[in-house]
């Protein structure tokens, strides 16, 4: 069983940057993948990024493409997620993800953190 814990998130003003991390206990598989998704209010939860954790392969949502940068530590076990050029439009609360194979739908994940708020000012 993985556990997942997201810390970083805040509030941050319009072009500022976050990074938020994902601690997962245990040994992350180097089958596995980690992702990020995430739900503004009154929305459903949209994928934003992910990479594999043998070769860190990453895919962004078009959204974020540009903006966002997904990075992992194996000997940590932790996912960051580099938010920079931040817009309004990307407050909502994230949460990272992982599961034992790869994907971009969230019910390809088996593990999730609790979540961290980012709110992002103009």
């Known amino acids: 069983q993985v556990q997942l814990v997201e810390s970083g998130g805040g509030l941050v003003q319009a072009g500022g940057s976050l990074r938020l991390s994902c601690a997962a206990s245990g040994r992350i598989s180097s089958s596995y993948s980690m992702g990020w998704f995430r739900q503004a209010p009154g929305k459903e939860r949209d994928f934003v990024a992910v990479?594999?954790?043998?070769?860190?392969?990453?895919v962004y949502a078009d959204s974020v493409k540009g903006r966002f940068t997904m990075s992992r530590d194996n000997a940590k076990n932790t996912a960051y997620l580099q938010m920079n050029s931040l817009k309004p439009e990307d407050t909502a609360v994230y949460y990272c993800a992982a599961t034992p194979g790869w994907g971009l739908s969230e019910d390809k994940y088996d593990y999730w953190g609790q979540g961290t708020q980012v709110t992002v000012s103009s």
């Open positions: 990479i594999s954790w043998s070769r860190g392969i990453t």
